[in-house]
């Protein structure tokens, strides 16, 4: 058996019986045209999302918590990055930092939901930097804790700063240019915020735990 496809089945097996494991593995492998004897390690990260919905279809509820610490652990050990950062100028560049997210999530064994979450944030704050500040990055990385993982999305820009911030978070604000939710609506996303902004530019910092 190809040695990354060992190893996650034995991650599996820990938590569900062996025929269920190799179904698993066998069934999302299949699903996605992959063949195990040629799966590089990037197609395997593309399976973590299906993977992981498994467990929490197949595992019982009491040990799935260890087994997607476990699970999430696999991938992290074995991924190249843990952070990325995107220059943003232009509209093009708002999407480069999506898919850069979302590679990462992946990486991370997220799962869809956590993804979406990230994906979402960053999407919103780079078109905010395009639109508003001209330019600036986007930094997206894990954060490892004992007891949880999250994801990290710093935003930097020099911009003109936002000098109405709190009409905007307390949601009485009448945008001209879109409908004045996206910082709002990534505060929402969050499990944690915190904006700093001043005449010399805006940072902003979303955490998404895993
Ligand atoms: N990085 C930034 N630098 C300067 N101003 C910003 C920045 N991000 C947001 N703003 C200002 O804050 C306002 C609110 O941003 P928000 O993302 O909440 O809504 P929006 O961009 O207007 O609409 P949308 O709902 O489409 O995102 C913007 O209209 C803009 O004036
Ligand atoms: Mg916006």
Not at 14 to 28: D, H, K
Not at 84 to 99: F, G, N, P, Q, V
Not at 178 to 206: C, E, H, N, P
Request: hydrophobic share 40%.
């Amino acid at each position: 058996m190809n040695k990354d496809v060992e190893a996650i089945t034995a991650v599996l097996e820990r938590y569900m019986s062996r025929v269920n494991a190799r179904g698993l593995v066998a069934r999302v492998l299949q699903e996605r045209g992959l063949s195990e004897a040629t799966l590089t390690r990037e197609e395997l990260v593309k399976c973590s999302p299906a993977l992981r919905r498994g467990i929490e279809l197949f595992v019982a509820p009491r040990m799935q918590h260890d087994a997607l610490e476990r699970f999430k652990e696999f991938f992290r050990s074995r991924s190249d990055s843990s952070s990325c950062r995107i220059d943003l100028k232009r509209e093009a560049d708002i999407s480069a930092a999506r898919s850069e997210a979302r590679r990462l999530c992946e990486n991370a064994g997220a799962s869809a939901f956590s993804m979406q979450k990230v994906t979402t944030i960053v999407s919103e704050l780079a078109r905010n930097i395009v639109l508003y500040a001209q330019q600036g990055s986007i930094e997206v990385g894990f954060v490892n804790q004992s007891r949880s993982s999250q994801i990290v999305v710093t935003a930097i820009d020099n911009g003109p700063g936002i000098p109405n911030l709190d009409q905007i978070m307390g949601g009485r604000y009448q945008s001209r240019t879109g409908l004045g939710k996206g910082l709002l609506g990534t505060k929402r996303l969050a499990d944690r915020f915190q904006i700093t902004t001043g005449a010399r530019g805006t940072s902003i910092v979303a955490e998404v735990v895993l």
